[in-house]
């Protein structure tokens, strides 16, 4: 065989090592057509389309964001948060305050019901319409700072209507002169030169006679208290120089009415009383008596008293007199162990003039010296 330069050289190995290498770039190329036909058929898996990257890592396509996938991303329900939200603030005050309110409205209906005060007591309040006014004012001016949250802020208007309440109420039992339930109230004629004066006081119900220091010559006012007993009425007669006064319940007294009357009688005048009513609380220590009569039950001091005057009893009385006085008492009495028994009944010994106080058939008399 002849020597040919396009004969590769047995002995030399060159034309072994070329063959695989040829056989290995064959492989390679049949790897990546198959590689290439895999992503061709599987688009779902690794089709690279419009909007769409490759992973380098993994070889993988990732599909870009589109728009339609924005305005579902945003329709989508927000993802919760991480983050716990505070709790509201809710203060004791406003509560505590309501309830107040509350307790307060119950207790002023009950004492109404159970007599303790006067049905007067609603027009009172009524009269205070005013103050409504400024708690409503006040209360739209806080309602910006409300909505901003300020818990304590919410008390300030039932701690109004507290206020408003207590101080209505305590205006009452203090008959304040402006308010409507003392427009049933009358007073009398001004004392001017009036040295004797007679009254004579009728009703269902209390009765308190107290003296007191005046311009007018008498002064009838209602009990803050709950009763059936009408407003005073007074009839009023001048007769030779001395007046005579008459005070009686009026039949329609409406909301008016009260467990009784208080009369104030005036301290330079010397004073004739007739009393009779269901339970009485006289005190005509600091004035000057002339005859008295009082039917009922209750009690009765007596100051200064003109000699020769009469003091009537018929009922169950506790009676004080002065010490040292000379008193006639004509009828059975429980009266101080050193009174003397005469033929009608006991006698006090002193230096004036007696008067004479007269105990009916049937009446409980306790007499006591101060």
Known sequence: MSDSPDDPDEGSGEASDERPLADDAVNVIDGVDEVTSEISASPTDGEMTEGSHADVATGEA???PTAEGVEASADAEPVASTEATPPKVISIWPIWSWTMVGVLLVV????????VLSKTLLLDVISFWPAFVVIALVFAA??????KGAPRLSAVIPLLLLTYLGVAVALHVARWDELPSTAADISGPLVEAVTDARIELDLPGELVVRPANQAELYHVFMLNRGGRTGAPTALEIVNDAVPSISVSPREDSGWFQSVGWTVNLSLSVTWEVEANADLIDMNLAAVSAGNVRVVGDGSVVLGFVRPGSTIELDGRIDLVVREGDRIDVVGSAD????WTTTGVGRSAAGPADPYTIIIVDGAIVTITER
């Open 62 to 64: 990732t599909p870009e």
């Open 108 to 115: 002023m209906g009950l004492a109404v019901g159970a007599g």
């Open 142 to 147: 806080l309602i910006p700072r409300l909505r």
């Open 335 to 338: 009266v101080p162990s050193d």
